[in-house]
């Protein structure tokens, strides 16, 4: 997960500059203008001597959230762990020998989809954000054996973080038994010399959630704004000197659909916070086709990372591709960061 982490560096361990989760979710994105309280139950030392060594789920990869700094936040994590920075659908390698004891395949809350390891020494393992896993549960791993890939999953989203690994790590006991928070430093017990730490953390994006049913009648091959919550036009307004950074996910019903529904963004620039447009930029489109069905309704998803540069204001626009078709609901799942 992402966070502010306000740890130094651990000796012989020099902060990295580079690219940041959030670049990496940026750099996948497009440019629309110019409560748990933690308690370390074990000491560093006892943990080190809790068990052996284990691998890195990626290698000797760049560290963008320490354990300490997840601990850190305010609040604190309710799972601190270490993040790991990896490109999208990196393998992840058993830390150890052990059992697949869970795994969850959807996006939804902030772990996003997540396999979890009961090592043959006792310990509870977790490897969050994940883009897929590779065993099922119950299956028998070895140490470095491929059990899943890397992604940037929560929040309902494939993108609600920037891609990174995050791991977990309960000693003697699982998740329930111990307690969430009650995390031990998964680099206290790892293999291999140290390796660098990014020098700050990005934020934990702000997430927001809206479901709106409507009845809207869309006119046919015509472009036309609608809401996504009562009295909401707009999916965000940002003002002068405000960035605004993040990805959004919309789900759509409409009833009516013979041949299709075409969903894009559309991002205005603002001589001032109140004034006039300036520039109008119109998004990528994405294309629902109709229900095979007849009669049923059309479900579809557009999904889209954007940056907003203020003052601008970004909003939705449906085409319908047949006459009769009424939008019924809209759902937004939003993640952003703000500068």
Known sequence: MCGTDGDSSPPGREPHGGISRRGVLLATGLALGATAFSVDLFSPQLSANAAGTYLRPCGD????????????????????????????????????????????????????????????????????????????????????????????????????????????????????????????????????GPVPIYPEDDPVPTHQSTDFATSVALPANTWTTVAVAAGQLYLAIVGNGIVETGDVSLNLKANGLTTGLQVRLVAEKLASNSGPVVTTLVQPVTEIRATAAAGSPTQGQHAQSYQLVGPMRLFVQLMALNSGVTLTGISVRKNYWTS
């Open 61 to 192: 990869v760049p560290i963008s959230s320490t354990w300490q700094g997840h601990r850190n936040r305010k609040p604190p994590s309710g799972e601190p762990g270490t993040d790991y920075a990896v490109a999208m659908r990196s393998p992840i390698r058993a830390a150890t020998g052990g059992v697949i004891v869970d795994r969850k395949d959807t996006t939804d809350s902030a772990t996003g989809r997540y396999i979890a390891l009961r090592a043959d020494d006792g310990n509870y393992i977790r490897y969050l954000h994940l883009a897929s896993s590779a065993v099922a549960i119950g299956t028998r791993v070895s140490r470095g054996q491929v059990i899943a890939y890397s992604g940037a999953s929560g929040f309902g989203s494939e993108t609600g973080y920037g891609s990174h690994v995050h791991v977990s790590l309960w000693l003697g006991g699982t998740p329930s038994q111990l307690g969430f928070p009650n995390t031990v430093n998964f680099e206290n017990l790892v293999d291999g």
